[in-house]
């Protein structure tokens, strides 16, 4: 298999779990909202709907290949910045794992932050 080959589908792997939690907190804003009060964020129901359109917007951005460095590298500092906020419990098994969890996945979209997208990608049908 290709390199590039193999790009599109770390794309396309990647970018599934923000296309689906973006959508997901679309659909419910109210409780988004609800759960980052909870946990102490500003604004609760701005930072919902900025999360929520990062997560769909980006993880598109990244599954079609268009401004894919761009779109890593704010899935990456999110990914770090919500097991910090969310997921910082180690005194809970799952709350680690989930920690762990964001970790791995910001490690990932720098990884595709540096590389870019590949030649299978919106952004090089342009060129």
Do not use: C
């Amino acid at each position: 298999m290709s390199q590039n080959t193999l790009v599109l589908i770390g794309r396309i792997l990647i970018s599934v779990i923000f296309i689906t939690s973006g959508f997901s907190k679309l659909t419910n804003i109210g409780g988004t909202a609800g759960y980052f009060g909870s946990v102490g964020l500003p604004l609760p129901l701005v930072t919902a709907w900025i999360v929520a359109l990062l997560e769909l917007l980006g993880g598109l951005a990244i599954l079609v290949g268009f401004q894919t460095r761009i779109a890593a590298l704010l899935l990456a500092l999110f990914s770090v910045a919500s097991a910090l906020v969310a997921h910082f419990d180690f005194g809970d098994q799952m709350q680690s794992i989930q920690f762990m969890k964001n970790l791995a996945i910001a490690g990932g979209l720098l990884i595709l932050t540096a590389s870019g997208s590949g030649t299978l990608a919106v952004e090089r049908a342009k060129a």
